[in-house]
């Protein structure tokens, strides 16, 4: 069992394959339990303000009592949708949030980010695009906020790159990767979300059930997969964050 003074060796050697067998059929609620017992430090949010991260920061911040708020990360790529800003400013100070945003060195604006990469770096060179706004800031942040797990909001059900998906694993950097509702469905998310009255992003009922950069989001239509409206056409499932495609 992990201990208050977990390193990132003693995380590496968690016993994985029993943590989760153990979760597999527990509540969320559950998991963000034993997890915030067991790491009371060193522990971080990344969200991206979706549905589902909204629904773990409410497990958080009301239903699991920490004696410190969790860091909830978000990584402005200066290319999201207004209501996406709109939705984390509301949820600063519906929560409290200890809210940590992070974004490229290179550039503060759009404007910036365009006089420095081109016109539209997502279009010439996609995986460029998600190094500079995700990948590096997210690794940065996580470094900066002394990171030994951290949090996301991946379900097995959202695309096929994540039906094997665990609660509990390793990342490339030796940290513990939560996913507290991996078994969890979409409708299983949205119940929890009219239950407990939280506040989410207006695109998601306006045929967005995956929001991301403006640029690369598109609306789904009916029997589409769930994130079939990101990177439409590219043949990308991932940004690189969980894993390269």
């Given at each position: ?12 050697n ?58 909830v ?12 800003l ?38 010439t ?21 002394n ?74 239509a ?24």
């Amino acid at each position: 069992m992990a201990t208050p003074t977990e390193s990132p060796l003693q995380i590496q050697n968690l016993n994985l394959d029993e943590l989760n067998e153990k979760f597999e059929t527990a509540h969320p609620i559950e998991i963000l339990e034993w997890v915030v017992s067991n790491i009371p430090t060193g522990l971080v949010q990344a969200s991206a303000f979706n549905v589902d991260d909204m629904v773990i920061t409410d497990i958080l911040y009301r239903q699991v009592k920490v004696p410190n708020p969790v860091p909830v990360m978000f990584l402005d790529t200066l290319y999201h949708f207004p209501q996406s800003l709109e939705l984390v400013a509301k949820a600063k100070e519906t929560y409290n949030l200890n809210l940590q945003v992070y974004k490229t060195l290179e550039a503060n604006t759009r404007e910036e980010f365009v006089a420095k990469f081109g016109e539209a770096l997502w279009e010439t060179d996609v995986r460029a695009f998600h190094r500079v706004t995700k990948i590096e800031p997210l690794n940065r942040g996580l470094d900066e906020l002394n990171a030994i797990a951290w949090i996301t909001g991946r379900r097995r059900d959202q695309a096929v790159t994540r039906t094997r998906l665990e609660i509990f694993e390793i990342d490339p950097n030796n940290r513990l990767k939560i996913n507290p509702i991996a078994t969890w469905t979409r409708k299983e998310s949205w119940a929890y979300v009219a239950e407990h009255g939280v506040i989410y992003n207006p695109l998601h009922d306006q045929g967005y059930p995956s929001i991301g950069d403006e640029p690369l989001t598109t609306p789904v239509a009916e029997g589409e997969d769930e994130r079939a409206g990101r990177w439409r056409g590219m043949g990308k499932t991932e940004c690189g964050i969980h894993m390269e495609d």
